[in-house]
């Protein structure tokens, strides 16, 4: 009989350097590629009960969903889209199929993913079907990375780093084949969603801002193409990398990354082949240290576990906490009276975008001057910001901020830093209790009217 591959994908949405895709075309003879939209997702936070997919990143999920479907129709597939648990779904395609002979995945590393993955191999073990896993989340694979297992990753980021980059490698990516295997007979691909179905309604477009982009594989390659070879923007990333207004400043590669739309690894492999046709500066090499913040985020998750979600932090380190809802509120809602915080909390709230700077001090801003717990922020932020990532570097914003991440030295930020290595104070206004003054903040005074 021959046998099925169902590819369970999550935040792999890409068909470019897709390890389950890629191997399960070499080894099936039908293949399944599914998406669930599992109910878990769109429930409320886990402390304080905000929606866990809010507008703005529900929108480009969705529209990364819908490209991923267009692009596997190109190559004679699609892409299965059910409403559910992963492990439910899968065990009812085994059911009804009955040539399901493996179920391919990429591994994560935070706790509600592996949960999944736990269930799903149960699931496969109660129907003699096998399970193929592959690592594919980061620029260097967990297995090469130079001090053996991750139990021993450095607790300091420049040490993990010097380590990687003078000694490890980063693997090849993945080409796709033209056309893929076709999917099993009696296989329907399923309707995706719209956001009313999923809770939520459509955001709208605020025209002031700095990510005017949509979701999505093709969307994610057109960007780098844009800012590596068309403009070669990326020649000065370093110097512009920390600024607040226009798509320029920055890659913006961060929301596409989230969902897995593009791969670290093209990434990487594109700023090589610009090194070598264009030029080699400190920028092109910055991209590539944020990457690594971003590998390293995710191995800090697989060696801690769940210990990077707990109030104390990876120091078990008591801090107390303030809960204070109304406080909270002002810092949400972008009413602090600060301008350069509720600024950004404002272009989040209308965009589901803020800047790295940005995300930066009003961080800082709800721990260190407010004293809030700061799992409100991480949990506001995962409604909210479409580059959200549990497992990767701006996940853990909040929590470095709170001195509870793995750098008790983390600065406290003054919000009235408006300008990048400049900081500062000035006397007088008292606003909401925060007591803190406030100038006017240059950049992103727009989010400041509304």
């Not at 480009?60 to 819908?66: A, G, I, N, Q």
């Not at 070669?232 to 596409?256: C, H, Q």
């Not at 303030?322 to 602090?336: A, H, I, N, P, V």
């Not at 853990?396 to 009235?416: E, K, N, V, Y």
Request: proline share 5%; glycine share 8%.
């Amino acid at each position: 009989m021959a046998r099925a591959a169902v590819c369970l994908l999550r935040c792999d949405l890409r068909a470019h350097d897709n390890q389950v895709l890629h191997w399960a075309h070499n080894n099936a003879d039908y293949i399944i590629p599914l998406y669930c939209f599992d109910p878990r997702h769109y429930v409320g936070t886990h402390c304080y009960g905000f929606p866990k997919t809010g507008p703005h990143r529900l929108r480009f999920l969705l529209e990364s969903v819908k490209d991923l479907r267009e692009t596997l129709k190109k190559k004679g597939s699609t892409l299965v889209v059910r409403k559910g648990k992963p492990e439910d779904v899968v065990s009812d395609l085994i059911t009804q199929l009955g040539c399901v002979g493996v179920v391919a995945f990429h591994e994560e590393a935070t706790q509600e993913e592996l949960d999944v993955e736990k269930g799903l191999c149960q699931v496969c073990g109660r129907h003699g079907v096998k399970v193929q896993t592959f690592w594919a989340a980061t620029l260097y694979h967990r297995d090469d990375l130079p001090f053996g297992p991750v139990a021993r990753l450095p607790d300091v980021y420049t040490h993990f780093r010097k380590a990687v980059e003078s000694e490890a490698k980063v693997r090849p990516t993945l080409q796709l084949a033209e056309q893929l295997k076709p999917l099993a007979p009696g296989v329907e691909e399923g309707c995706i969603p719209t956001m009313e179905d999923l809770g939520q309604k459509d955001p709208g477009t605020d025209p002031r801002t700095a990510f005017p982009c949509s979701g999505g594989e093709t969307q994610a390659l057109m960007r780098l193409q844009y800012y590596f070879w068309d403009t070669n923007l990326v020649a000065s990333y370093k110097e512009t990398r920390n600024g607040l207004i226009g798509v320029d400043y920055s890659t913006k590669f961060a929301p596409w990354l989230a969902l897995g739309c593009i791969s670290p690894r093209y990434i990487y492999e594109q700023i090589r082949k610009y090194e070598k046709e264009r030029t080699a500066n400190h920028s092109t090499y910055w991209v590539l240290f944020e990457l690594l913040w971003r590998d390293y985020f995710r191995f800090v998750a697989l060696k801690y576990g769940r210990r990077i979600f707990s109030v104390r932090g990876l120091q078990s380190k008591e801090v107390p906490w303030k809960k204070d809802l109304q406080l909270f509120d002002c810092w949400k809602e972008g009413k602090t009276g600060v301008p350069f915080v509720d600024a950004n909390m404002r272009e989040l709230a209308a965009t589901g975008f803020m800047s790295n700077r940005g995300r930066q001090n009003v961080a800082s801003f709800l721990t260190k001057d407010l004293g809030l717990d700061w799992r409100m922020g991480a949990e506001w932020f995962e409604h909210l910001l479409r580059s959200h990532a549990v497992r990767s570097r701006q996940a853990r914003t909040i929590a470095g901020s709170a001195s509870t991440g793995l750098h008790p030295g983390w600065r406290h930020l003054s919000s009235f830093c408006f300008f990048p290595g400049r900081s500062g104070q000035a006397d007088g206004l008292q606003v909401r209790g925060v007591g803190r003054s406030a100038a006017p903040c240059p950049g992103v005074v727009a989010f400041i009217s509304d």
